[in-house]
């Protein structure tokens, strides 16, 4: 009878201790992040704005007769593989002088744009595709050519940038002479 107490207290120590490792175990996974492959968590992908020309070189001062691209770069900063919606759908450009919004792309025709969830590599950096700015303000109707004209002749400018809720970590000055 003594005997078979033991046994069955060893048994529920070693499920007990079996159990509380797995807890632990699992919590610990939690906190490290994703899983590989999984949607990577809010606040873990670093969204920097980016200024230059068409072909995706930095460039922060324009002449009269060209015109500004924006894009942005996405970087993971988990240490594994995690999925994040980079898609046209969740990407958001702002222009402004001084504390003036000047133009934002969400006055533009959103209507046909798509989400497009990407893999992030753990630690890597993917860069957006630049796309032209008109040089001129948006209104509610819209955001491109048939709106009122910027100042030029040396007047500057910043751009931020935001992709699916992650705010840009910088903003970007300009100048369009």
């Excluded at 046994?7 to 175990?25: E, H, N, P, R």
């Excluded at 068409?54 to 999925?83: I, Q, R, Y």
């Excluded at 969830?117 to 048939?146: D, H, M, R, Y």
Aim: charged letters at 20%; glycine letters at 10%.
């Amino acid at each position: 009878m003594y005997r078979r107490r033991r046994i069955a207290v060893l048994i529920i120590f070693a499920l007990l201790v079996g159990l509380v490792w797995l807890g632990v175990s699992s919590v610990g996974s939690w906190l490290a992040g994703p899983s590989s492959g999984q949607a990577c968590p809010p606040g873990t992908v670093t969204v920097s704005a980016q200024v230059g020309d068409s072909a995706g070189n930095v460039v922060t001062k324009f002449a009269a007769t060209e015109l500004p691209h924006m894009w942005f770069t996405l970087t993971n900063k988990n240490s594994v593989d995690c999925t994040f919606n980079a898609g046209p759908k969740v990407q958001y450009f702002k222009i402004k002088s001084g504390e003036e919004q000047i133009w934002t792309s969400m006055h533009c025709d959103r209507t046909d744009l798509k989400d497009e969830k990407i893999l992030l590599k753990a630690g890597a950096t993917v860069t957006g595709t630049p796309s032209a700015w008109e040089k001129v303000f948006s209104t509610q109707e819209g955001c491109g050519v048939g709106q009122d004209p910027v100042t030029t002749k040396g007047s500057s400018y910043r751009l931020f940038a935001e992709v699916n809720g992650e705010l840009s970590a910088n903003e970007v000055q300009f100048v369009l002479d």
